[in-house]
């Protein structure tokens, strides 16, 4: 060996190249065509079948309209005899994705600036003047104080306010809702989406949709599951709750719309699908502060010119149109690319298995003799039969 001394025997300048080694092993083979096995599982089964991954991908651009249609007639003690149409209770007429069907309400009409007593509660009782401070206004109270501690009834004081008066009480809330009949009321919903990579465009008014089966139709999961007219029943019940329930305190319903879709030309047509939910939260549990409502006003002029309005606390259903989706298309990119992660894997195969057999098998130390040799070339050189080995650690 005195030649190969010196520099050249450093391992940084040896070559090393692969040689084959074929082991008879029933078991490691076993366990080399297992992996491979899986391997190909799960490239052909998860990627290629359940993500699609030679496809791109867009997620979707959506625009919603709504049109609420639907008359009631109420005639309750506590309002005159009333009949209500769309632009009584969609409040407000148009908004972004959503609108809000009102099915309760307390009213409190011909209110003025003026000064009246609070409604009573621990902080506004007083037994006299001294009691209230003038200027101060809490606010979870009615109004500014004046100052002043006057009968609210025959039995109980409370400070005075400068407010809109008479105050709301709207602890007289209506336990049956005022417009039970809402019910009843349809909504179109007309969504367009496009898919910009793709330039597909897509609405939901399918093109099979003709103006004389839009006039009657109404969505039914079974019957019409393509029809855009929704019943507000129907999509409060599909969302579990109870339509006469929801109305009285109000909610938050979400109506979803699904457009994810495989638009490749052998997948089939793409269409939108709709679920339903409620999105605010209804714990049975602790149920403080539940529903949806808020307050608006109409003001008048009486004709001596002082200003009254009629206070309105609403409670409804606020809809919410959601809209997702993501669509996908054979792409060459996604395509080559998880080809060559696949192929990376399969890779892999070679050196699991030689773990495995460096660990586990039987004659594991005859593997490891033969797996690393070191080539002499002084006591081989007449010979192609590999030198002697070294490494066997
Ligand atoms: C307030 O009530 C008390 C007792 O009920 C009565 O004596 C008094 O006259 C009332 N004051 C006003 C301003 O009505
Ligand atoms: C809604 O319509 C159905 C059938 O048309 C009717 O039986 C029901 O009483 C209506 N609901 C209300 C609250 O009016
Ligand atoms: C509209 O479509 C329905 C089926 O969806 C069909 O029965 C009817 O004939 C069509 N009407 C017109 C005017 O095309």
Not at 263 to 292: E, I, M, Q, T
Not at 354 to 381: G, I
Request: proline share 6%; hydrophobic share 35%; with cysteine.
């Amino acid at each position: 060996m005195g030649k190969t001394t010196g520099c050249c025997q450093s391992f940084l300048l040896n070559y090393e190249t692969p040689k084959i080694l074929v082991i008879p092993n029933t078991g490691v083979g076993c366990v080399f065509r297992f992996a491979q096995l899986l391997v190909l599982l799960y490239v052909v089964g998860y990627v290629c079948v359940v993500r699609k991954a030679y496809q791109e991908k867009d997620s979707v651009i959506s625009t919603v309209t709504t049109k609420v249609k639907g008359f009631a007639f109420t005639n309750t003690s506590d309002m005159d005899p009333r009949f209500w149409d769309v632009a009584d209770y969609v409040i407000p007429p148009q908004g972004d994705n959503s609108f809000f069907v009102v099915t309760n309400m307390v009213v409190t009409p011909h209110q003025t600036q003026s000064r009246c007593p609070e409604l009573p509660n621990p902080s506004t009782t007083c037994v006299d003047d001294c009691d209230c401070i003038e200027g101060h206004s809490s606010p979870r109270g009615n109004g500014i104080q004046t100052g002043l501690c006057e009968n609210y009834t025959t039995t109980v004081r409370t400070c005075e306010v400068l407010s809109w008066c008479p105050l709301e009480i709207d602890t007289k809330l209506p336990k049956r809702a005022l417009l039970a009949a809402a019910e009843n009321f349809t909504v179109l919903i007309k969504n367009s989406i496009t898919y910009p990579k793709f330039n597909f465009h897509g609405r939901n008014i399918l093109p099979h949709i003709n103006s004389s089966y839009l006039k009657r139709c109404e969505f039914s999961r079974t019957t019409d599951p393509h029809c855009p007219i929704f019943r507000l029943k129907h999509i409060v019940s599909e969302a579990g709750e109870d339509f006469q329930d929801m109305a009285v305190k109000g909610g938050v319903l979400g109506i979803i719309i699904d457009w994810s879709c495989d638009l490749d030309w052998w997948a089939g047509k793409c269409y939108p699908k709709y679920s339903f939910r409620r999105l605010d939260n209804k714990n049975p549990v602790n149920n403080v502060a539940p529903g949806h409502n808020f307050r608006f006003a109409k003001y008048y002029k009486t004709p001596d010119g002082a200003e009254t309005r009629t206070l309105i606390k609403a409670y409804g259903i606020r809809f919410e149109v959601l809209v997702f989706g993501t669509a996908g298309q054979f792409g060459i990119v996604p395509t080559i690319v998880n080809l060559g992660a696949a192929l990376a894997l399969l890779g892999l195969v070679p050196k699991v298995t030689d773990w495995v057999m460096m660990t586990f098998a039987r004659k594991r130390d005859l593997y490891k003799k033969h797996k690393v040799s070191f080539l002499n070339e002084e006591t081989d050189t007449h010979s192609m039969s590999v030198g002697t080995s070294y490494g066997t650690q």
